[in-house]
């Protein structure tokens, strides 16, 4: 509200103040050294050049950095209000990808409006997060354990899952999935579901692996169990990354030197394979560092969630978490061999303005936990309506 003056009222800047206070402005500095290192990586592999990648990652965090600081003022009572929604605009978009998508290198993952294009999946890990948070905020313990109630979230979960599946992406499927599934365990999901669901999985694994994936998917599997069968083909990212890896030494080969990026035989070395890049030129001790950083995020995250009052904050939080720890971890195990190339970027240090734009809208709901750990939010059946 304004005066007729056109300002603020003293009141409500003086909340403003002090929801700007609340904020952990240590958490936002680990996270702008993060993209710092982003930016100087691209910099480096450029050749020592702002452009095409190191100048608009920083500029885009820049800009994306000002939108969490805005969501982060927003209560979490209307984050609430508006899971439901979001979910729903998030699906719609991704049934709209089936019909009128764009495609990319043999995927069709992309909606161009207007002069923007973008990867409705990304919106999705942040709507799949605040529904799921919104539903278990609904209902009892005792439904959340084990009940006919749970047929909903796996509904959340599945939908948007099977369609990202379908584009194909299965990075981001594997992600919106765990990620879903993460949030009913910490709601408190009975552990004889989570052992029985866990052995279907790795039951439905081989099945799944030999008669639903994609071709070139399935040489990815098969690539990673055996990378040297192919050491010029279907093997040659495992290969390259490996090697920059064990080329960097514990202190590495200094910044600008590594041969695998520089002389460009490590391919997408910006943006999937950004992690060994920084490997090869700062090694052991660079790798220790960026991880430290990523690690020292993930447990302010959850300390928020921890201290939030509300079980929906206290959900959403922890998926926000949850979603961001899968990317390094994914990322990490794909880089280092030890999982298939699966197209899943390191946050915020690979290039990237829509996988950017996502983490840090979570981000922007969790420093809002944050500054709204005190706030009530209503529960009950109306919840659920």
Not at 137 to 163: E, F, K, V
Not at 307 to 315: A, C, D, E, Q, T
Not at 325 to 345: C, D, E, K, Q, S
Request: proline fraction near 4%; hydrophobic fraction near 55%.
């Amino acid at each position: 509200m304004t005066l007729s003056g056109g300002l603020t009222r003293p009141g409500e800047r003086d909340r403003l103040i002090v929801k700007f206070t609340e904020i952990d402005w240590t958490f936002c500095l680990i996270l702008c050294l993060i993209a710092g290192a982003g930016g100087m990586m691209m910099f480096s592999a450029a050749e020592s050049s702002w452009m095409p990648w190191a100048a608009p990652h920083l500029i885009r965090f820049g800009v994306v950095f000002v939108v969490m600081i805005i969501l982060a003022m927003i209560d979490l009572r209307v984050w609430f209000a508006l899971a439901y929604p979001v979910y729903v605009g998030a699906l719609v978009l991704l049934i709209g990808v089936e019909v009128i998508g764009e495609s990319a290198k043999g995927a069709q993952r992309w909606l161009e409006i207007g002069p923007v294009r973008f990867q409705p999946s990304e919106i999705m890990k942040i709507a799949v997060v605040l529904a799921v948070a919104r539903f278990y905020h609904g209902i009892s313990a005792d439904s959340a354990r084990m009940s006919w109630w749970l047929l909903i979230p796996l509904l959340l979960i599945g939908a948007p899952t099977l369609l990202v599946a379908h584009q194909p992406d299965l990075g981001t499927a594997i992600l919106i999935a765990a990620t879903g599934f993460a949030i009913m365990m910490l709601a408190g999901l009975s552990w004889r579901l989570i052992i029985a669901g866990a052995a279907l999985t790795i039951g439905a694994a081989i099945p799944f692996v030999m008669f639903f994936m994609h071709d070139y998917q399935r040489k990815r599997v098969l690539t990673f169990l055996n990378p040297e069968s192919d050491p010029s083909g279907s093997g040659y990212h495992i290969l390259q990354s490996k090697i920059a890896l064990g080329a960097g030494g514990l202190l590495g080969k200094g910044y600008g030197l590594g041969s695998q990026s520089q002389l460009d035989f490590l391919p997408e070395k910006h943006t999937d394979f950004m992690f060994a890049t920084l490997a090869e030129e700062f090694g052991f001790a660079g790798c220790f560092s960026i991880l430290f950083l990523y690690g020292a995020i993930i447990f302010m995250a959850l300390r928020i969630a921890s201290i939030s009052h509300s079980h929906f904050g206290r959900l959403a939080a922890a998926g926000v978490t949850a979603t961001f720890a899968l990317y390094v971890l994914i990322n990490g195990a794909m880089v280092m061999g030890l999982a298939p190339v699966v197209g899943v970027p390191m946050p915020l240090l690979s290039y990237g303005g829509t996988v950017m734009l996502s983490v840090m809208i979570g981000f922007g709901l969790v420093q809002s936990v944050r500054v709204h750990r005190y706030s009530e939010v209503t529960s009950g059946r109306g919840a659920l309506m």
